[in-house]
């Protein structure tokens, strides 16, 4: 049963300590406070194996280590000052800021496991942090997942740096889509992006309507001036509402004009990936 769990399985970095604080054993160090500057979150975590190894990312290898060795002393869940403020004159963090970090030598495991269950459902989940904790609940998104649609090279460069980011892609081409129709098999939620990579345009229309009645978080067409008015005048045409062919983002990137292919896969994906952490920070 502990193999649903394993940490191999687990894409999304933000879920990688919570699934391995599903093992019996494992301490679950999180961020509660934070006074000053510091790269990592509030509500970050790290998981200590019982031989000492952590799992989780806490920017600080000086850190993590300390965390290793002060978990094994606790026997209760108790939240320990780092950095700034700290009463310990012989650890300090290089930013100069102050941590508050809840050590927990014996997380909930069914909570933990019932968080991650959600998540892997795609469901939004949270996880109560009891003891003296100044932050209540953690929370979690489900991971970021991408759908594009398109053809050639740009459809390629879009999935290999997908692949490379570890970001879940389900990538269509003209092959695996009738001209016209909804796209077949698929589902949009709230932690989805679509992105169309179209040169021949009429292949969009159908898709657009598609994802434009979905919960998709992002949904993007590449193409110049030209091309987005056709589109815009083809959907109005379609009776899509003005509210949600504003949902619609074009240009797609954060760089304009992009002049390869692989440049605009990097363009585009920061984008995508710029969106869904705003919705992390708001969750």
């Known amino acids: 049963m502990l193999a649903d769990y394993a940490i191999e399985t ?23 406070g934070v006074e000053g500057s510091f790269s990592r979150r509030l509500g970050a975590q790290l998981a200590v194996l019982p031989d000492g190894t952590t799992v989780g990312d806490l920017a600080d290898g000086c850190l993590e280590s300390q965390l290793a060795s002060d978990i094994t002393q606790c026997k209760e869940r108790r939240v320990v000052r780092y950095g700034r403020g700290s009463s310990r004159i012989d650890f300090r963090l ?51 997942k991408l759908v594009v649609l398109g053809e050639g090279p740009e459809l390629e460069a879009v999935a290999s740096l997908s692949s490379a980011l570890k970001i879940e892609a389900e990538a269509f081409s003209r092959d695996d889509l009738a001209l016209g129709k909804a796209a077949q098999n698929l589902r949009y939620d709230p932690w989805t992006a679509c992105l169309l990579l179209f040169h021949d345009h009429e292949w969009e229309l159908a898709l657009l309507e598609q994802a434009l009645a979905s919960e998709a978080f992002y949904i993007g ?19 899509i509402p003005e509210e949600k062919i504003a949902r619609l983002t074009s240009p ?15 363009s585009a994906l920061s984008e995508i990936v710029g969106r869904y952490e705003q919705m992390r920070v708001a969750a």
């Open 10 to 32: 687990v894409s999304n970095e933000d879920h990688l300590a919570l699934a391995a604080a599903c093992q019996p054993g494992v301490g679950l160090c999180t961020i509660v």
């Open 221 to 239: 067409a590449q193409g110049g001036e030209r091309a987005r008015s056709d589109r815009t005048l083809a959907l109005v045409a379609h009776g």
């Open 252 to 266: 797609v990137g954060l760089m304009p004009a992009c002049k390869s292919p692989r440049t605009l896969a990097l």
């Open 94 to 144: 290089p930013c100069g800021g102050g941590l508050d970090i809840l050590l927990d030598p014996e997380p909930d495991r069914a909570a933990c496991r019932s968080a991650l269950e959600a998540l892997q459902a795609r469901r939004p989940a949270g996880l109560a942090l009891a003891g003296p904790s100044p932050l209540l609940r953690r929370t979690y998104l489900p991971a970021l």
